[in-house]
């Protein structure tokens, strides 16, 4: 019967493909949406699950950057600043690590 309900609802529910929908996994996972479910009427811990898989899919960062307000320049600097700041710190530990790894193979 499960099988027979996925295969109804792929069909109904499925991505047109003439809305420029292809079958790249990304646009699908994109179409999906994030699904929690609800146990035993906890809603806060619902919540909690929901803004990790937000989080750790990327959707918030996503949602962060297409923000239509206006950003004033004194932000538009600090977040620069930050940005920066974050790449030289991976840039500085990919260099470690690449170190590390070229004295462990001599």
């Not at 309900?5 to 079958?23: D, E, H, N, Y």
């Not at 699904?35 to 918030?60: D, F, P």
């Not at 307000?69 to 790449?87: D, G, Q, W, Y």
């Amino acid at each position: 019967m499960s099988a027979i309900a996925r295969r109804v609802s792929t069909t109904i529910f499925a991505p047109a493909t003439s809305q420029g929908l292809s079958r790249d996994p990304s646009q699908i996972q994109q179409w999906r949406g994030i699904r929690v479910k609800v146990w035993e009427g906890n809603l806060e811990r619902a919540l909690t699950m929901m803004q990790r898989k937000m989080q750790s899919s990327g959707m918030e960062r996503l949602i962060k950057v297409e923000q239509t307000h206006h950003i004033k320049n004194s932000e538009k600097r600090v977040l620069a600043r930050k940005n920066l700041e974050r790449r030289l710190r991976s840039e500085d530990l990919a260099r470690k690590l690449q170190a590390i790894l070229i004295r462990k193979v001599r």
